[in-house]
Nanobody
Framework: VQLVESGGGLVQPGGSLRLSCAAS????????MSWYRQAPGKERELVAA????????SYADSVKGRFTISRDNAKNTVYLQMNSLKPDDTAVYYC???????WGQGTQVTVSS
C-alpha cells in the first residue's frame, strides 16, 4: 500500500488549496478514504472521510462548509479542496486508508499572511 500526498504549501488567510493523494497497491475503489491533519503540539485529527463510491461523506465541524473531499476511482486518487483557509488550518495533512494502518507521508499546509 502506498499513499502519496501533494498540493500543500503556503497560502494567505482566505485562500484556497487542493490536496491530492495518489493511492496504489490495493483496490482503491473498494475502500473508504480519509484526510487527517496534525498541527504542532496537537493530536492528529480526522478532517474528512469519503466512502468507497463517494456516496457517504463526513467532515469535522471545524471544516464544514469550507473543505470538500472527493475521489476519482478511475485515477486512484482522493482530493481535499480547502477554501476560506484560516491560520488554524495550518498543519501537516495526511491521507489514510480508513481501514488498516496505512498513511501517506503528509503534506504541509501553512496559512499565514
Amino acid at each position: 500500500v502506498q499513499l502519496v500526498e501533494s498540493g500543500g504549501g503556503l497560502v494567505q488567510p482566505g485562500g484556497s488549496l487542493r490536496l491530492s493523494c495518489a493511492a496504489s497497491g490495493f483496490t482503491f475503489r473498494t475502500y473508504e478514504m480519509s484526510w487527517y491533519r496534525q498541527a504542532p503540539g496537537k493530536e492528529r485529527e480526522l478532517v474528512a472521510a469519503i466512502s468507497s463510491a463517494g456516496g457517504r461523506i463526513s467532515y469535522a465541524d471545524s471544516v464544514k462548509g469550507r473543505f470538500t473531499i472527493s475521489r476519482d476511482n478511475a485515477k486512484n486518487t482522493v482530493y481535499l479542496q480547502m477554501n476560506s483557509l484560516k491560520p488554524d488550518d495550518t498543519a501537516v495533512y495526511y491521507c489514510k486508508r480508513t481501514s488498516g494502518p496505512y498513511w501517506g507521508q503528509g503534506t504541509q499546509v501553512t496559512v499565514s499572511s
